[in-house]
């Protein structure tokens, strides 16, 4: 695996959701974390699974993120697996919403293939801190988005799936 994880946070708390997934994916291969002001003009070439995240706010991604994924080429994105996650409050989406969603809106109009459902990581008030728990949610969840990357992978391409 060649993983990316760029990420977006105001107060820490979604740095450290995405420190702890690309902790767990680096089991599985190789993950550069970046943080989305270090990703600008990011070349994806060889990149065969794209996570990002940020915290949510005013039902979305920070604007931010946002402008960072809308300048991701339709040609990047097409068929590249991703999986997107966010930190929020713990309340009914309606009430919140969620960046997950947000960006995972808007990576699939580019084509885009998810690997998993968009994840939600809970903080216990505007600036945190992150739920109890919620930095082992977050590496399981990495350990099911790795699984079913490499599932997805060996289906794509079973020539490779045979171990040498």
């Known amino acids: 695996m060649n993983a990316v ?8 708390n979604t740095e450290q959701i995405a420190r702890a997934i690309a902790s767990r994916l680096e089991t599985d291969g190789i993950v550069r974390l970046l943080a989305v002001a270090d990703a ?5 070439t060889g990149v065969d ?23 991701l080429s339709p040609e990047m994105l097409h068929g590249m697996a991703v999986a997107t996650f966010d930190t929020r409050v713990h309340w009914p989406m309606l009430l919140s919403g969620s960046a997950a969603n947000t960006l995972a809106k808007s990576m699939r109009q580019y084509g ?8 939600s990581f809970f903080v216990t008030g505007r600036k945190g801190p992150l739920a109890p728990g919620e930095l082992e949610h977050a590496s399981e969840w990495a350990g099911t988005l790795a699984m079913r990357h490499r599932s997805m992978m060996t289906t794509l391409n079973p020539i490779h799936s045979t171990p040498v």
């Open 5 to 12: 994880v760029v990420y977006d946070t105001q107060f820490g």
């Open 40 to 44: 600008n003009g990011i070349n994806l």
């Open 49 to 71: 699974l794209l996570v990002v995240g940020g915290p949510t706010q005013g039902h979305s991604a920070r604007p931010v993120l946002l402008q960072w994924v809308k300048e």
């Open 112 to 119: 885009a293939q998810f690997v998993v459902s968009p994840e």
